[in-house]
């Protein structure tokens, strides 16, 4: 176990942190006193997903009509009236 001080620990904090990944536990101090330890951090697991059903997401996305034209039309409608 190494004990570093505020400072030393702001001075050399990349040192410290290959020092702990080494496995060496590092605490940090501050007036002799042990304020906090460098650990390395858990890797995040994610949460399993539950299959998607392609065939209802189909069947929404048909039957949702938003009496909108398509994108591409109102782009090529602006652009039409642009030119002319």
Excluded: F, H
Excluded at 26 to 39: D, E, L, Q, S
Excluded at 54 to 78: C, F, H, N, Q, Y
Aim: proline content about 10%; charged content about 30%.
């Amino acid at each position: 176990m190494s004990e570093y001080s505020i400072a030393t620990a702001k001075d050399q904090l990349p040192r410290l942190i290959d020092r702990m990944l080494d496995g060496e536990t590092v605490v940090i101090t501050r007036r002799g006193r042990p304020v906090a330890r460098v650990v390395p951090i858990e890797p995040a697991t994610a949460a399993p997903q539950p299959p998607i059903d392609l065939e209802w997401l189909r069947s929404i996305r048909e039957s949702v009509s938003t009496g909108v034209k398509p994108t591409v039309d109102t782009v090529r409608a602006m652009r039409d009236d642009y030119r002319y």
